[in-house]
């Protein structure tokens, strides 16, 4: 018995040794077809990695722009604000105020996006409850923007976000616009005409930064 005891147990190393060698060729075997396709699962990422990964993407998403270019959309979440933009080449009045019916109009002289300056945006406003062109009512509201509110122009490329610093009324007859040269600024200001003499609501706000659409 003893020795009929022994055969059973040596046969049954010798299945398991054929079998742990059958298994071991299969998954070496196996793994190496999985790397030359490159299906092999990678490590899981580290902190470092993960930080550095995050790093790119931001380096990707933020711009900075050192050449000048022109606003075509600007944008106001907080007023449901969202409107185009043109750029006129002359300061003729008849020239801008036909430009106001179709949007905002960037002042000619005024400085353009991605460089330091002021960029000074007019628009119509109106508050009567019918209106055939919707441009007159282009700023419809600016004067409920509010400080640390952002306001985003577009160009075609990158999106210029300024955050609000004031608004105020200004009466055009005694008071003028500041275009600071020093900086990158933002100024809105409601208008019924280039021409004409009345109030007007002026928002100021100063650049934050510029994102690649």
């Known amino acids: 018995m003893a020795r009929k005891h022994k055969g059973v147990v040596r046969e049954l190393e010798g299945r398991f040794s054929a079998f742990a060698f059958a298994f071991m060729s299969i998954f070496v075997i196996s793994f190496i077809f999985l790397a030359w396709v490159g299906a092999t699962p990678n490590p899981p990422a580290t902190d470092s990695q993960t930080s550095s990964e995050t790093t790119v993407m931001t380096s990707q998403t933020s711009a900075t722009s050192s050449s000048p270019e022109s606003p075509v959309r600007v944008v106001a979440k907080d007023i449901d604000l969202d409107v185009t933009v043109s750029n006129p ?17 960037r002042y000619p002289t005024s400085a353009e996006l991605g460089v ?10 109106s508050y009567l409850p019918i209106v055939h062109n919707q441009a007159y009512k ?5 004067q409920n923007l ?5 306001v985003s122009v577009y160009s075609s490329a990158h999106e210029y976000r300024y955050q609000v610093t004031g608004m105020r009324v200004a009466d055009a007859e005694g008071d003028s616009v500041e275009l600071s040269t ?4 933002l100024t809105l200001v409601t208008c019924d005409s280039f021409a004409s003499k009345n109030h007007r609501f002026v928002v100021t706000a100063d650049y934050v930064g510029a994102y690649t659409r």
């Open 138 to 142: 282009t700023f419809d509201g600016i």
């Open 89 to 105: 080449t002359t300061i003729d009045i008849d020239v801008l105020d036909q430009a106001l019916l179709v949007g905002a109009v």
């Open 182 to 185: 020093s900086g990158k600024h």
């Open 146 to 150: 509010k400080t640390g509110d952002i």
């Open 116 to 125: 330091d300056g002021t960029v000074l945006l007019f628009g119509h406003s």
